[in-house]
């Protein structure tokens, strides 16, 4: 492919739309450490990450995209090794023990692991889409999705890890799964997720729990054995008299889907006890809760949704001023370089600054949308899908922790947020979009 023919098709949009988040992530990294005097090198180092990213990105772009679908896999495996070594020999970091470090810089291994995670994904269902609406074709993605989401549970990191769920769900229902077994899935993951939500929230709200037999007997069920075995065992009762209604009221059933239904409904009560027991950590439970009602634990899990509303609503439309920022300058504000780094810029900038940024990300997600639709191969199509559900779930989830209207979970902005395992594997996944883009004609 000649330079000017190149040039031509060169996603001019979707590169200045990044390159312009990254350099505004970059000026407000620099305000959450400043502090009145420059207090942290944190915006440099992030600076160095962007040169980095720059070259990956360019890699990614002059590459064949075809070539990951061809070796795509062993990119896979090679990520999981890294989330195996990391359990062993990471480095422990506001508690999760998710880092290599190497003297004064570090690597991230679930942030990089995301993108052998869409390879993957993309090779299988490019591969079988025509038999993608038999169940058996389902288990290999939900297991390459199950494999590496328990590996990063265990650092923990329970955000980046619930994050390939949404994604993995998404690209088989483009790739033409069937709705019931969507939906089924679906359920098993609020079984698993809403069990642990449910007793979390009603430790601190114990006069709930003494006034209701059967909350308190699922409270127990999850934490002690025998109770465990007693209610598996009246939800399968309860399910066997559900379809024996259904079946004697003439209700049209598909027997093998309720079956289906059934194990996903028992299997999400088991796997509740393990996210409950093993998973998830205290201070994540309380951190799922906090948003509903911030005042529960205004001083510890609800103090950083209150600190973001107040840096938020201070803001205005125009916002008080670069380095101005009340909230941010003050230090109140926490995690206001990383997690709440928008939080920073809507202080500063107002609600100007944070449309501005929101939109850009939409640009970058309806290209990324855009392109897949455009893709010359059933691979580039899935691998764009794949990419822009990434940004679109990062983005939603961290722009609603901020505001306080979801669960905080520890997810950053990406390419905004400080990071530089975060910001150079999403500048990587552009570089991808770009590619995908720049051959859609080629053949």
């Known amino acids: 492919m000649g330079f000017k023919n190149s040039a031509r098709k060169f996603d001019y949009l979707l590169f200045f739309s990044t390159m312009l988040i990254i350099a505004l992530g970059i000026l407000f990294i620099f305000s959450a450490v400043y502090h009145g005097k420059i207090t942290s090198p944190l915006w440099s180092k992030q600076l160095i990450a962007v040169g980095l990213g720059l070259v990956l990105m360019f890699l990614a772009i002059v590459v064949n995209y075809q070539i990951f679908g061809q070796y795509g896999y062993y990119f896979y495996f090679f990520s999981l090794i890294s989330l195996v070594l990391v359990l062993f020999l990471g480095k422990t970091v506001r508690g999760a023990q998710s880092w290599f470090v190497f003297s004064n810089f570090s690597i991230q291994p679930s942030e990089f692991a995301k993108i052998p995670f869409i390879f993957a994904l993309s090779i299988y269902l490019s591969k079988n889409n025509r038999q993608i609406e038999s169940l058996k074709t389902l288990i290999v993605p939900l297991l390459l999705t199950l494999i590496p989401m328990i590996l990063i549970l265990k650092q923990p990191d329970f955000g980046s890890a619930m994050m390939l769920l949404p994604v993995c769900l998404v690209m088989m229902f483009v790739g033409g799964a ?40 699922i409270t127990m069920a999850v934490t002690h054995w025998f109770q465990g075995i007693v209610f598996i065992l009246v939800i399968v009762l309860v399910l066997a008299v559900i379809f024996y209604l259904l079946i004697n009221f003439k209700f049209s059933v598909n027997f093998n889907n309720f079956i289906i239904t059934s194990l996903l409904v028992v299997g999400g009560c088991i796997s509740s006890c393990f996210v409950q027991n093993f998973f998830l950590r205290g201070y994540q439970k309380k951190r799922l ?62 609600f100007f600054g944070a449309v501005l940024v929101i939109f850009l990300f939409f640009i970058i997600i309806w290209r990324g949308l855009k392109i897949s639709m455009e893709a010359r191969d059933m691979f580039g199509s899935f691998l764009a899908v794949g990419i822009s559900c990434v940004f679109l779930f990062y983005t939603i989830t961290n722009v609603g922790m901020v505001m306080g209207i979801m669960p905080i979970t520890g997810l950053p902005l990406p ?8 910001l150079v594997s999403g500048m990587i996944a552009i570089g991808l979009l770009l590619n995908i883009h720049l051959r859609r004609y080629t053949y």
């Open 178 to 217: 069937k709705s019931i077994y969507l939906l089924s899935f679906f359920l098993y993951v609020a079984i698993t997720l809403g069990i642990p939500f449910l007793i979390t929230y009603l430790s601190f709200h114990q006069d709930i729990l003494i006034n209701s037999v059967i909350l308190k007997f």
């Open 415 to 422: 390419l905004f947020s400080y990071g530089g395992s975060a």
């Open 289 to 350: 809760l906090a948003f509903l009602d911030p005042q529960i634990d205004p001083l510890g899990a609800g103090y950083h949704i209150i600190q973001s509303k107040i840096a938020i609503g201070s803001g205005g439309f125009f916002g008080k001023g670069f380095l101005n920022g009340t909230q941010t300058q003050l230090g109140f504000l926490p995690e206001q370089h990383t997690d709440f780094i928008l939080s920073v810029m809507a202080e500063e900038w107002g």
